[in-house]
C-alpha cells in the first residue's frame, strides 16, 4: 500500500524553530493533515492543508507542500515546552498516518 | 458534547479471551473508525464505517470485528485475543467538511494480552 514516513525524533530548545517533515506517496490526496497527540491522549487535529495550495500559515505553524517531491512540513515558530508531543502526518485518501515524530523541547 | 468515548482505558486479557471495546460519539457523525497503535508504526486502520449498517476492512482487519447498528456506536470486538493484539486502540469519528475528513478521536483503550 502507500507509505507515509516521518523520522521518530525531534529536538529542540525552547524559542527555536522547530520543523518536522513528511513524505507521501499517494499523489491523489486531497488533503494533508497534521495531527498532535499529548501523552496519554488522543490525536487532535492541529493543521491541514489542501493539495493544490503549497503554503498554508496559522499562527506559529507554517505548513508546506512541495505535491513534486511528495513532501509535507509542519514547522512550529517560537516552540514552546507546551509544544513537546508526537506529531501525525495523514493524508486524505485512505487515513493513512505516518510513525509519529516525538518532538521534545528543552529549557 | 462529550465527543467521541472510549471504554474501557485499560484491559488486560489473557489469550483466547474475547471482549468488546465500546466507542460511542454524540456529534452525529457518519463515519466512524477504529485504529491500533504500536511503536514505530504509527496508528494503523482495523475496520471503518461510513455509516450504520456499513462496515469495511482496513489496513489489519484479522482477528477483529466491528457491527455498526447505530449512527452513534461503534463496537470493536476481538474474537480470541492474541498477544500480538497488545496496543493502544483509538477510536474516531468524523464528517466531511472544509478540512476534508477531519477525525475527533477518543481517549484510547490501552489492551494488554498476555
Known sequence: ?107 | NAGVTQTPKFQVLKTGQSMTLQCAQDMNHEYMSWYRQDPGMGLRLIHYSVGAGITDQGEVPNGYNVSRSTTEDFPLRLLSAAPSQTSVYFCASSYPGQGGHEQFFGPGTRLTVL
Not at chain 1, 16 to 31: E, F, G, P, Q
Not at chain 1, 42 to 66: A, C, E, H, P
Request: charged residues 25%; contains cysteine; aromatic residues 10%.
Open chain 1, 1 to 107: 500500500g502507500e507509505d507515509v514516513e516521518q523520522s521518530l525524533f525531534l529536538s529542540v530548545r525552547e524559542g527555536d524553530s522547530s520543523v518536522i517533515n513528511c513524505t507521501y506517496t499517494d499523489s491523489s490526496s486531497t488533503y494533508l493533515y497534521w495531527y498532535k497527540q499529548e501523552p496519554g491522549a488522543g490525536l487532535q487535529l492541529l493543521t491541514y492543508i489542501f493539495s493544490n495550495m503549497d503554503m498554508k500559515q496559522d499562527q506559529r505553524l507554517t505548513v508546506l507542500l512541495n505535491k513534486k517531491d511528495k513532501h509535507l512540513s509542519l514547522r512550529i515558530a517560537d516552540t514552546q515546552t507546551g509544544d513537546s508531543a508526537i506529531y501525525f502526518c495523514a493524508e486524505s485518501i485512505d487515513m493513512r498516518f505516518g510513525a509519529g515524530t516525538r518532538l521534545t523541547v528543552k529549557p
